[in-house]
């Protein structure tokens, strides 16, 4: 079965600080991967979406990067945090080309301080 | 931008209600789905409903789909206290193909017992 990992789970980072967050997924091949974040009690914004290694598409402008350097690893990074990065940082994938159902790791919070 | 918006923002009803939720959406899209998030946690698939079907089932969800109207609701019926949670709708545009899934703003559903 497939199983999707997302760590850390919580972090609290100063303000220019480096962030790495990563993902991976067991059980699958090449699945599309996505990283969301979501602000206390809002929805979710689509950050990055990966439909192969090497291949990241970003939707919103930011300090933040994404790099799929394996087939199933996902890893979203900011070379210097701001307080604006704060959040929930949901990995997700699902099965390239023919999958609908997105599943998703159980999150990481962030907290720049 | 958000391609989905869920109303009411939030729900608070008595167990044994009907819970029923809305979600709106701007382009053509391929399927919608819902999503359950509960409290700091990952988002799970609930159901998916085909731009070609107007209505579907699922235990005690009932998801209609107006494509004309770009709408979609989803019913909960006979409420429980453990469906408290939020609840989301999610699209992908037909120009994106099966890889970019936004998600609405959600729907914060508190079920008392």
């Known amino acids: 079965s497939q199983t999707i990992h997302q760590w850390p789970a919580t972090l609290v980072q100063p303000v220019g600080s480096p962030l790495s967050l990563e993902c991976t997924v067991e059980?699958?091949?090449?699945?599309?991967l996505y990283w969301y974040r979501q602000a206390a009690g809002r929805g979710l914004q689509l950050l990055f979406y990966?439909?192969?290694?090497?291949?990241i598409s970003s939707e919103v402008p930011q300090n933040l990067s994404a790099s799929r350097p394996q087939d199933r690893q996902f890893i979203l990074s900011s070379k210097k945090l701001l307080l604006s990065d704060s959040g929930f940082y949901l990995c997700?994938?699902?099965?390239?080309?023919?999958?609908?159902?997105?599943?998703f790791g159980e999150g990481s919070w962030l907290t720049v301080v | 931008s958000q391609q989905g918006e869920e109303d009411p923002q939030a729900l608070s009803i008595q167990e044994g209600e009907n819970a029923t939720m809305n979600c709106s959406y701007k382009?053509?899209?391929?399927?919608l789905q819902w999503y359950r998030q509960n409290s700091g946690r990952g988002l799970v698939h609930l159901i998916l409903?085909?731009?070609?079907?107007r209505e579907k089932h699922s235990g005690r969800l009932r998801v209609t789909l107006d494509t004309s109207k770009k709408s979609s609701s989803l019913l909960i019926t006979a409420s429980r206290a453990a469906d408290t949670a939020s609840y989301f709708c999610?699209?992908?545009?037909?120009?994106?193909?099966?890889?970019?899934?936004?998600f609405g703003t959600g729907t914060r559903l508190k079920v008392l017992a």
């Open positions: 409903i085909r731009s070609n079907e």
């Open positions: 990966s439909v192969g290694i090497g291949q």
């Open positions: 059980g699958t091949s090449n699945p599309n």
């Open positions: 999610a699209t992908a545009p037909t120009t994106s193909g099966t890889y970019k899934y936004i």
């Open positions: 382009t053509s899209i391929n399927n």
């Open positions: 997700a994938w699902k099965t390239g080309h023919s999958g609908n159902t997105i599943y």
